[in-house]
């Protein structure tokens, strides 16, 4: 699946299951939430912290693909193309960092 056509896939679903787009600031809350989520398992998976009862059911794919979905209702209601920005965002950093990350010696 291109970024092109889950953002289609996600906007057939919200206008057909989800009945309607959550508003802007909603959406910008509900993915602070989701990435809180992420983070969570991330400390408990790969850091110190132990699980809790409640953690256990919990997947980090499925919070990781909930991040994602609300970040692509975030790029439809704001008329952003993922694919370009994507594109633009990676020829900016590819520009900016052609030599910085060879020349850190804390990477080597």
Known sequence: MTL???????????????VRYYSE?????????????????MARIYGEQSFKESDKEHDLADEMADVLFVLICLANQTGIDLTAAL??????KTER????HRQNPKLK
Do not use: C, F, S, Y
């Open 4 to 18: 092109a056509e889950a953002q289609q896939i996600v906007d057939q679903w919200i206008k057909t299951t989800g």
């Open 87 to 92: 594109a633009k965002n990676l020829a900016k």
């Open 97 to 100: 960092d052609a030599e910085r």
């Open 25 to 41: 600031l909603t959406n910008m809350a509900i993915l602070t939430e989701e990435v809180g989520e992420v983070a969570r398992l």
